[in-house]
């Protein structure tokens, strides 16, 4: 990237989202985004494949950053205690420069099917990868997969609630909340 | 449905699980499912609308199923124990006749990213009606959605061992397993 191009992704991804919001993500060409961003297609395939790996480019380095947390969690820590590790692993990323991105990105993917499904095929294979990380330290089944899914579980209210208009705590607040809750809830049956 | 036709849903069904398992979900046409079924493809097309709708017509009564249990539980009920009746709903549905057909659409879903996907959406539409029913009986966010997605996580756990080939238990008794486990679970962390 040269000096004339400073934060050219940063200037792509923040420029694809108005535009997504704008027009819906349909009707957004690569050109356009390009455009607004005051760069050309050419640049924009330097960072990008296609525009929906626009919002989707960061799933891979989340995934990775809880696998690492999990594996990285104490020797001792149950399986649920590991899956906290992995769960308050993104809260450095998903910090308030983010969330007005993320906030943006949850409507954009809210409103067209096939960027629904992406999502939730990328919140499977991060479900597989904590069952996977849990196997690896040992726990059995069916508890690494359940632990692993009622993670994802959290991961998801807490990211919805982390992107809602009104909220002000932290990520990683509100995930702190959701497993204190569900252990509650979990109780009472 | 005419008396030469006993039951054409159902040879229907299992001819295209043989189909599917034998040549593969793409290569399997609605032709040779209903030559299969001793049937014409007319015949196939009055059941289904497309060979896709063979592996997921059941999942909107099971659906209605789990909502009606929700809202059909006692009133005293706590969310995850009105989660824990929706969960147990399909145990009937769920029997022995229909544990080898499961295990061979699961076989299928995993291996057709298409259908992988659908089945997501699935789960994802099941969770949202779950999370629904249960602000209908007065319970709030995140509790709602919380119990919902961890219900879910329960169900596709219990689903995944109940296919499971050396698995002789039935759907009702690792779902009344898999709850007290992530009760469990949950309350180590």
């Known amino acids: 990237m040269g000096r004339w191009e ?27 985004i390009a455009e607004r961003a005051g760069l050309t297609s050419r640049t924009f395939f330097r960072y990008f494949t296609d525009k929906r790996e626009v919002l989707f480019s960061g799933s891979e380095v989340l995934q990775e950053s809880m696998v690492a947390a999990l594996r990285g969690a104490p020797t001792d820590a149950t399986a649920m205690e590991a899956m906290a590790f992995a769960l308050q692993a993104p809260a450095d990323f998903f910090d308030e420069d983010r969330r007005d991105f993320a906030r943006v990105r949850a409507s954009v993917i809210a409103a067209t099917g096939e960027l629904h499904e992406r999502e939730l ?67 009472v049956h």
Do not use: H, N
Request: charged share 25%.
């Open 6 to 32: 400073p934060d050219g992704e940063g200037r792509l991804r923040m420029a694809a989202m108005e535009l997504f919001a704008e027009v819906g993500y349909e009707q957004a060409t690569v050109a356009a």
């Open 121 to 187: 095929i990328k919140l499977s294979r991060l479900s597989a990868a904590m069952a996977e990380a849990l196997r690896a330290r040992g726990f059995g089944e069916p508890d690494a997969s359940l632990v692993a899914e009622a993670g994802i579980a959290v991961f998801r209210v807490a990211f919805a609630q982390w992107v809602g208009l009104a909220e002000r705590r932290t990520y990683g607040d509100i995930v702190g909340a959701l497993l204190v809750r569900l252990k509650t809830l979990a109780a």
